[in-house]
């Protein structure tokens, strides 16, 4: 038995393979204005400084928000605020307080003004660290200023597969043996 064949793929679809890191909730505030909105286009850049990119479009109200404040918070939330995220994403902030709409409960940032979901598992606080993408991807460089985590193993997080399919966390696997100890 061979293995399975391949066949040519839509290269605008390659995002339903390579797309999958946790969805996260992405509140910023300016000017008395505050949204939220959803995110699954981030990527970790460096360890220390701990760097984290991610793609705000400019169709979102919350990408001028964070141009103008250079700060955000990058919310982890856990499989129990799914459906909260997606109906988060599907409507925008310049005309509605989503906070209000969908019960979220918030507190500023430790060291950023930009609101914290409380019922979420983890906060990050973000502050803009490069902007050479910007203006032509859209992509901000955040450096995390501070971060907040409930101790233990990470919630069951929900991941975007496109067109509206969801990938839920599961199982952990111990490969430590396997790395470099300088790796780890
Ligand atoms: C699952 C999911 C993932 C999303 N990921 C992103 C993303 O990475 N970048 C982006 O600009 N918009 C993304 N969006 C779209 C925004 O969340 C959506 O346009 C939102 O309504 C923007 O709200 P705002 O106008 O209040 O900022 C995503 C939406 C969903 C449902």
């Not at 970790?44 to 404040?69: D, K, Q, T, W, Y």
């Not at 950023?112 to 502050?127: G, I, K």
């Amino acid at each position: 038995m061979g293995r399975p064949r391949k066949r040519a793929f839509p290269v605008e679809n390659v995002r339903r393979y390579l797309e999958p890191g946790p969805i996260l909730l992405l509140t910023s505030a300016h000017d008395g204005e505050r949204d939220v909105m959803t995110l699954g286009w981030h990527t970790v850049m460096e360890f220390s400084p701990s760097l984290v990119g991610c793609v705000i479009s400019r169709a979102n109200h919350s990408h001028h928000l964070v141009r103008s404040s250079s700060q955000c918070v990058l919310n982890l939330p856990g499989e129990a605020l799914l459906d909260t995220a997606v109906r988060i994403g599907n409507c925008s902030g310049s005309e509605r307080d989503k906070f209000a709409e969908f019960g979220l409960n918030a507190r500023a940032g430790s060291k950023v003004a930009a609101p914290r979901l409380l019922d979420c598992h983890a906060c990050f606080e973000c502050q803009l660290f490069d902007d050479a993408l910007v203006e032509r991807y859209d992509f901000f460089i955040f450096e995390v200023v501070a971060a907040q985590a409930i101790p233990g193993p990470p919630p069951r997080t929900f991941h975007y597969r496109g067109e509206g399919e969801f990938m839920l966390s599961g199982e952990s696997v111990d490969r430590r043996a396997l790395f470099e100890p300088w790796m780890l």
